[in-house]
Each structure stands twice: as structure tokens, then as C-alpha cells.
């Protein structure tokens, strides 16, 4: 989850705090424009988390077995009964 601070003169300062989080991972996508050119490979994949889970912002990321990723769109939040029952993202892997 990133926190943003500020230092002296204003300038943003992002850290991060590790949350361990249950999660259903199921890939999305992928793009690799053209393999002889070694271009960055980018994955998509949709990401199910509980919906009592903390809240987090679009600037948090996203680790799962060992890849950083970033998070796109908005975090969508999914009711059953009237009542919240998941919550529901794209993370974004970009990569060689």
C-alpha cells in the first residue's frame, strides 16, 4: 500500500507497506509487439481480493510470485445481496 509524504521543499516522497493479501490471480492478456526487436512484454492480469481487505489507491503495487505490478483502472468493488462481496482490479506486469 503507498503512502505519500512530502520533504522540505515539497517535492513527493512515496513509501510502501507489505500487506499479505489472499488473492484470485487469473491472467488477462498479453502484449509482446514484436519478439525480434526485444521489446517490453506486457501482462494483464484480472486480480479478485476480499472485500474486507484494507483500502488501497491506484499508486499501491501489486507483487505476485516475485513480478511487481501496477495497478490500472479503478479498484471496482462487487455486491452480492446489497452487500459488498469482493473486490476486483487489473494489475498491469511490464517486463522483458
Do not use: C
Request: aromatic letters at 10%; zero cysteines.
Amino acid at each position: 500500500m503507498a503512502t505519500t509524504t512530502y520533504d522540505r521543499w515539497g517535492q513527493p516522497i512515496t513509501t510502501y507497506e507489505d500487506t499479505d493479501l489472499p488473492a484470485q490471480v487469473f491472467p488477462a492478456g498479453t502484449e509482446d509487439p514484436d519478439q525480434r526487436l526485444s521489446l517490453v512484454l506486457t501482462g494483464r492480469y484480472r486480480v479478485i481480493i476480499p472485500a474486507a481487505a484494507p483500502e488501497f489507491s491506484n499508486s499501491s503495487r501489486v507483487v505476485w510470485d516475485g513480478a511487481e505490478m501496477e495497478i490500472e483502472g479503478k479498484v471496482q468493488t462487487h455486491t452480492a445481496g446489497g452487500r459488498p462481496h469482493h473486490r476486483e482490479f487489473t494489475a498491469v506486469y511490464r517486463g522483458a
